[in-house]
């Protein structure tokens, strides 16, 4: 019994197409600006750098944190609800 081609919703297919590399993409993107804030702020505040730059950085450690988290439970979410 194979799948007819009626039964195939083509819309979600080509909605799959976009909104995958765009997830990807949003958790990539967000996780390495988690890496690369809390990395600088580390350097920043052990090299006895700017405390003006090290918050900067921890600022950014912590928004991406909280994207990434954002991105990932959203999905997760997504997956639950279909």
């Known amino acids: 019994m194979g799948l007819?081609?009626?039964a195939i919703e083509w819309d979600k297919i080509a909605q799959l197409l976009w909104v995958a590399p765009l997830a990807g993409l949003a958790?990539?993107?967000s996780?390495?600006?988690?890496i690369v804030g809390f990395a600088r702020a580390g350097e920043?505040?052990?090299?006895?750098?700017?405390s003006v730059t090290?918050?900067?950085?921890s600022a950014l450690a912590v928004?991406?944190?909280i994207a990434f988290?954002?991105?990932?439970?959203f999905g997760v979410v997504i997956i639950i609800k279909k």
């Open 4 to 6: 007819l081609p009626a």
């Open 27 to 29: 958790v990539a993107i």
């Open 31 to 34: 996780y390495s600006l988690m």
């Open 44 to 50: 920043t505040r052990r090299d006895g750098g700017r």
């Open 54 to 57: 090290a918050m900067a950085y």
């Open 63 to 65: 928004l991406s944190t």
């Open 69 to 73: 988290f954002g991105v990932v439970i």
